[in-house]
Structures are given as C-alpha cells and as structure tokens.
C-alpha cells in the first residue's frame, strides 16, 4: 500500500514536472524565435551547391546578420520572424521535458557523487533520446524558416503550414523522410545537452556552494548565462551540418550531400572553417535569452508547485 502510494507521488511528480517544462519551453521559444530563424538564415548561406563566391563571407550580405534581418522584414514584416513558429513549439513540447526530466534520472544513476563526467554523460544521453523523438517537429522547423529566403528569389515557399509540411514530406520522401538529417541532429543535441545542462547544473550549484548567492532567481541567471556560452561553443559546427542536411529535399538538391560527413567536408572545403561557426553570435544571442527565461520560468514554477529546485 506505502509503495503504490509512493509511485503515485513519483509519477504525480513526474508529470508536473513535464507540464512545467513545457510551459517554461513555449514561452521561451516565442520569445526569442525571432533571432533563431536569423541563425538558421545564416547557416544556410553560402551553402556548396553554388560555386565558392570569391568575396569574404564576411563582406557578403548573406553573411551579414543586419542585412539578412532587413531582408526577412521586407519581406515578411513582423511575421516574416515567426516563420516556422508552430513546428518549433510543437517541437519543444516533446523534446524539453523529455530531456529535463530524462537527465535527472540519468544523473541519479551517472552521477551519484555529482561527478561532473556524470553530469556530462547524462546530459549528452537525454539530449539524444528527446531529439530523436522531436526530429521530425525540428525537421519541418528548419524547412519553414528556410522557405522564407525563396521570397527574395521571387519563388513560392514549399510548404503552406505545419500539416502542409507533414503531408508533402511523407507524399515525397516517405515516412523515413520525416528524420532527414536525424545523425546530425542527434550529434547536436548531445553537443548541446553535454553543454547547457551540465554547464547549467554544475555552475548553479557552484555558486550556492561557494556563499555568492542563494538558489534564487540571480543563481539561475548566472548559472543560464554560462551554460547559454558553454553549449554554443560546442554545438555550433553540429548545428550548421544539422541545419544544411535538413534543409535539402528529395528532387531539388537531394545530391548536394550525401550524409553528415560528406556536408562537414564540403563546407569547409568550399567555405572554409570558419563557415562552422556560422551564426555563433545569433545562436548565442538566442541561447542566452532561450536559457534565461527557461531556466528562471522554470525553476521558479518548480518552486510555486512545491517541488525540489532542479
């Protein structure tokens, strides 16, 4: 009778932690959604289906993130920034807090001792498990961010929303179609999940331990602030590969890459290294916000539902 009660308690709890992550995932993507599709325009520039332009990446309008900003606004205006915002939310609610919740029981089990080699392991895992899921939801995100720049070639964009989307891809490339790019993507999220949710953990607890501060709002906005810098230095190169690889579609540039490898060796044969990094500042300037309001939101709704800081 005690032990069913206790598993009741554990799944009630389970459960509000899931609610509170998705919650705290939404309001966060929205707000800086604007800047995400700025990086994926960036990333997208430049790509080797067209012959290396002798110009310096940096001197292209392509390349510069105030051009390509004035450029969606002329385009799209206002809403011409939230292209792609539903798969994007859509996609949050399964691959946030399942790898939240996914990483705190894998620490339990990878790092008893609060080893940071744990943390590290458990980190990189969820993010896996949650962006293997949610592929399909990144998928058609990118494709609708991307279809934005075919305004500005006087082209239509190929899908006309999120369930338009789902259809083309399955009708055109099978259900399969649906995890184009799922290596890449998976590279990525362990890249990234190893970084913010480690780097986030063991800072927060860093500067509790070490009398700064409480845990309170101020430790959480350090500790998003270091894990925001932390997971972009990582996972920038993966997310170029991971942004270019689904990006293509059968029948229009399907050949352009032939997998992740083939992508990475191309763009810095034709781009260089630095083409790697492209839209680190966007990316950055978006983790941080993304990681802010996440972080405070979420741990502040985990204290007014009665349960433990994370």
Same mark, same amino acid.
């Given at each position: 009778?005690?032990?069913?009660?206790?598993?009741?308690a554990l799944? $009630?709890? %389970?459960?509000?932690? !899931?609610?509170?992550?998705? *919650?705290?995932?939404?309001?966060?993507?929205?707000?800086?959604f604007p800047? &995400?599709?700025? #990086?994926?325009?960036l990333?997208?520039?430049?790509? +080797?289906? =067209?012959?290396?332009?002798r110009?310096?990446?940096?001197?292209?309008a392509?390349?510069n993130s105030?051009?390509v900003?004035?450029? !969606?606004?002329r385009?799209?205006?206002?809403?011409?920034?939230?292209?792609?915002?539903?798969?994007?939310?859509? =996609?949050?609610?399964f691959? %946030?807090p399942i790898?939240?919740?996914s990483?705190?029981?894998?620490?339990?089990?990878a @790092?008893?001792d609060? /080893?940071l080699?744990?943390k590290?392991?458990a980190?990189?895992?969820?993010g896996?498990?949650?962006? !293997? *899921?949610?592929s399909?939801?990144?998928?058609i #995100?990118v494709?609708?961010?991307?279809?934005?720049?075919l $305004?500005? %070639?006087?082209n239509?964009?190929r899908?006309?929303?999120?369930?338009?989307?789902? =259809?083309?891809?399955i009708?055109?490339?099978?259900?399969?179609g649906?995890?184009?790019?799922?290596?890449?993507? @998976?590279q990525?999220?362990?890249?990234?999940?190893?970084?913010?949710?480690?780097?986030? &953990?063991?800072? #927060?607890?860093f500067?509790?331990?070490q009398? !700064?501060?409480?845990d309170?709002?101020?430790?959480?906005t350090?500790?998003?602030v270091?894990?925001?810098l932390?997971?972009?230095?990582l996972?920038?190169?993966?997310d170029?590969?991971? %942004?270019?690889?689904?990006?293509?579609? /059968?029948?229009?540039?399907?050949?352009v890459?032939?997998? +992740?490898?083939?992508? *990475?060796?191309?763009?810095?044969?034709?781009?260089?290294?630095r083409a790697?990094?492209?839209g680190?500042?966007?990316?950055?300037?978006r983790?941080?916000?993304?990681?802010f309001?996440?972080w405070?939101?979420y741990?502040?709704? =985990?204290?007014?539902?009665?349960l433990?800081?994370?």
């Amino acid at each position: 009778m005690g032990g069913g009660r206790r598993e009741a308690a554990l799944e $009630l709890r %389970t459960a509000s932690k !899931i609610g509170l992550a998705s *919650l705290s995932a939404a309001v966060a993507e929205t707000a800086t959604f604007p800047i &995400d599709i700025l #990086k994926t325009r960036l990333q997208l520039c430049g790509e +080797s289906s =067209r012959p290396p332009s002798r110009t310096p990446p940096l001197a292209s309008a392509a390349g510069n993130s105030l051009r390509v900003a004035a450029e !969606i606004w002329r385009k799209g205006g206002v809403l011409g920034f939230y292209s792609g915002l539903s798969p994007a939310v859509l =996609r949050h609610l399964f691959y %946030t807090p399942i790898r939240i919740v996914s990483y705190e029981h894998l620490r339990v089990a990878a @790092a008893p001792d609060g /080893s940071l080699l744990g943390k590290a392991l458990a980190g990189g895992v969820s993010g896996v498990i949650a962006q !293997i *899921l949610a592929s399909p939801a990144d998928l058609i #995100k990118v494709r609708m961010q991307a279809d934005g720049h075919l $305004l500005s %070639t006087a082209n239509q964009p190929r899908y006309a929303g999120l369930f338009d989307a789902f =259809r083309k891809i399955i009708q055109k490339e099978g259900f399969p179609g649906l995890w184009r790019g799922v290596f890449p993507n @998976a590279q990525r999220a362990f890249l990234v999940n190893m970084g913010e949710l480690t780097c986030y &953990d063991q800072a #927060k607890h860093f500067i509790i331990h070490q009398g !700064i501060c409480q845990d309170n709002t101020y430790a959480h906005t350090l500790a998003s602030v270091a894990s925001g810098l932390c997971s972009t230095a990582l996972s920038c190169p993966a997310d170029v590969v991971k %942004t270019r690889m689904m990006n293509q579609t /059968s029948g229009r540039d399907a050949d352009v890459y032939r997998n +992740s490898v083939d992508c *990475l060796y191309k763009t810095v044969k034709f781009e260089g290294m630095r083409a790697l990094w492209k839209g680190f500042l966007p990316t950055w300037a978006r983790l941080g916000p993304w990681q802010f309001v996440f972080w405070v939101s979420y741990e502040k709704l =985990r204290q007014v539902s009665g349960l433990s800081s994370f």
